[in-house]
């Protein structure tokens, strides 16, 4: 080995421990920081529904919060899964290779750059009248409107994988399924699909795993009320936007408590993540 | 495959970071020759600090940022010093004080009124009383056509539209002061809710800050909220009138908060105003203060730079500074508050000396 080669190898070391200590530093804060809260209400920190910051009457509950963000984080999905999937396939299979699906794809990617803060200004300007227009909720906050606006932040994230992975199903098994007669909708559903399955369904747990964590838009539109939701179109609250509200005042027992919805968030996170790329393995 | 488990890596690392990236500190420590304050705190006061401190800069030179932070976390921003001083509409109790890292003095600078704003099509002016006020934030009153509403003000044609009741989902020293008023006239609001910066709402959802209030009961029909004066005012959302404990119907005009501010006043200046006796005064006024450590040297921070603060905070009590208070619809201090503040103001010390003569 010579220098140069014992230089690049030591910086490459030490940039990739670096990322390790960080990580593990991250964990170690948010355990630490978890503490005082765990210590203080056990495990009915997670399953208690209260959140009361009011001096002297001191409680707080972490479920109102895994509700509203379990709930909005599937509306999401539910919501983007018909259009991410119709999407891949227009760009990578009915319109492949043309023009008009470059165009449909960058236009898709760009939707990945737009700053979670103008989905949320276009979300309370426009989406929010209109979900009061049909009636939907009177003050068109709530889980359903956030469940919107995060499904269309999370197509990107769905449809970008979904397209390589459909574009890499082999053009022999299609042209053989069609030389066998198959219609193009029995080529899509009997071969393209359980080819790459395991592609889809993982940006599908990506894009999940998106709408988690996203704070700002949602905290514009969900309506910030700290109780579990009674409904799709009742006000809640989700983990990341209660803590951005309430962090900045934060002391003693509601800091620690912000600081462990931030590591159930983590942990959460966590595991759709490693579902997903258990699944990968698994369908692969 | 490895292509996936990249980007699969990208996307894990990109949303597990991605939660609570909001808001900066807001420290900024400039060179020491040019003196900048920063300080953070009330969204209710922040219309007027915002044009005195302006107005001190034309005539001073001195630099004085302030983030609208809400009261909450301007105080906090104070205990880490990170901030040279900070406004609150909740003064600190004993408890609260003694966890401060240093003693701290509250200094009052205005006293203003908390609306109660509303967004209905078509009526302009509504009269609330003590039950139906009550009755309204704790969700018992859910319509705008319900029979109590309409008892207390005839000749209004309420329609059949649901309340959205409309708080802060920050700690607010707004809604410590709402929520103190509703405490002296509410039993249950008292027993079920009680004081605070930041209260466990039984309605209704959150917005950040006055201005975020503001925002959201002017683009909300059917809306119910309570926010400072100067908001209701410049957003022009319309304002009940509060019965107050006389017996009267009194709106949020400056008059009426300097009705409020004239009972006796501690040396301290720790006092809240609402529910007034006085039968011309608006029920839910408060004071709002500057809070600041008593001794100033801390934290490597230059005399200069302590002079500056004190200066800047005694200014403020000048009729010219109240001039601009009045403008903005809070209510200037009474000449007997003014002499407290500034007896305060002359207590406050670099490292054990005076720095107001």
Not at chain 1, 42 to 48: A, D, E, P, R
Not at chain 1, 105 to 122: C, F, K, R
Not at chain 2, 261 to 272: L, W
């Amino acid at each position: 080995m010579n220098n140069s080669d014992k230089i690049t190898k030591y910086f490459l070391f030490a940039g990739s421990f670096l990322i390790l200590i960080v990580a593990g530093g991250m964990v170690f804060s948010l355990v630490g920081g978890a503490i005082p809260a765990f210590h203080k209400f056990g495990w009915h920190f997670i399953t208690s529904t209260n959140w009361n910051p009011t001096e002297g009457r001191e409680s707080y509950g972490a479920m109102p919060f895994i509700a509203g963000t379990m709930i909005t984080s599937v509306l999401a999905l539910l919501i983007s899964i018909p259009m991410a999937f119709s999407t891949s396939l227009f760009v990578s299979e009915y319109f492949r290779k043309t023009p008009v699906a470059s165009v449909l794809s960058t236009l898709v990617d760009l939707l990945a750059g737009i700053p979670s803060i103008v989905y949320g200004l276009w979300g309370f300007y426009t989406l929010r009248p209109f979900i009061m227009h049909l009636g939907l909720s009177p003050q068109g906050f709530g889980v359903f409107t956030s469940g919107i606006i995060l499904a269309i932040m999370i197509i990107p994230y769905a449809t970008s994988l979904s397209n390589e992975i459909i574009v890499m199903v082999p053009n022999e098994l299609k042209e053989a399924a069609y030389s066998l007669g198959a219609t193009r909708m029995e080529v899509i559903f009997n071969v393209i699909v359980p080819n790459a399955r395991s592609g889809i369904v993982a940006s599908y747990i990506l894009a999940f795993g998106r709408a988690l964590g996203e704070t700002m838009a949602v905290t514009m539109l969900i309506g910030n009320a700290n109780k579990v939701p009674h409904s799709l179109f009742d006000t809640g609250n989700t983990m990341a936007s209660v803590i951005a509200n309430q962090f900045g005042e934060a002391d003693g027992l509601k800091l620690s408590s912000l600081i462990a919805i931030g590591l159930l968030l983590f942990i959460i996170t966590a595991l759709v993540n490693t579902a997903g790329k258990f699944i990968i393995k698994k369908l692969s | 495959m490895k292509k996936i488990l990249i980007l699969l890596a990208v996307v894990t690392a990109f949303t597990s970071c991605k939660s609570g990236s909001k808001k900066k500190g807001t420290d900024e420590k400039s060179a020491k020759t040019e003196i900048s304050l920063s300080a953070a705190g009330s969204t209710f006061a922040g219309p007027f600090y915002k044009t005195a401190f302006k107005k001190y800069f034309d005539l001073t030179g001195v630099q004085t940022s302030y983030g609208l932070t809400g009261s909450g976390a301007g105080i906090r921003s104070l205990k880490d010093r990170v901030v040279d001083f900070c406004g609150s509409d909740a003064f600190l109790s004993d408890a609260e004080a003694a966890n401060m890292p240093a003693p701290v003095v509250h200094v009052a600078t205005c006293s203003g009124a908390v609306d109660i704003a509303f967004n209905v099509p078509g009526i302009d002016s509504i009269k609330l009383d003590q039950e139906v006020l009550a009755d309204i934030f704790l969700g018992k009153i859910t319509n705008w056509n319900d029979a109590k509403l309409k008892a207390i003000n005839p000749g209004v044609k309420f329609p059949d539209l649901a309340i959205s009741v409309v708080h802060r989902s920050d700690g607010s020293g707004t809604t410590f002061i709402f929520s103190d008023y509703m405490s002296k006239i509410s039993k249950e609001w008292k027993d079920q809710i009680g004081v605070g910066k930041s209260l466990n709402w039984p309605t209704g959802m959150g917005a950040k800050g006055n201005p975020g209030v503001a925002g959201t009961i002017s683009s909300t029909v059917g809306s119910i909220g309570y926010i400072g004066s100067d908001y209701a005012f410049a957003q022009k959302i319309s304002f009940a009138l509060v019965k107050n404990a006389a017996g009267n119907y009194i709106a949020p005009t400056i008059a009426a908060v300097s009705a409020a501010g004239k009972g006796d006043m501690p040396a301290d200046t720790r006092i809240m105003e609402t529910n007034s006796t006085a039968p011309d005064a608006y029920p839910i006024s408060g004071f709002t203060w500057i809070i600041l450590y008593k001794e100033q040297a801390y934290n490597g921070r230059s005399l200069d730079q302590a002079q500056a603060t004190v200066k800047l905070i005694d200014w403020m009590l000048d009729p010219a500074a109240q001039g601009i208070a009045k403008e903005l619809k809070y209510a200037p201090l009474p000449d007997k508050v003014v002499q407290i503040d500034k007896a305060i103001l002359r207590t406050v010390t670099y490292n054990g000396k005076p720095i107001l003569k």
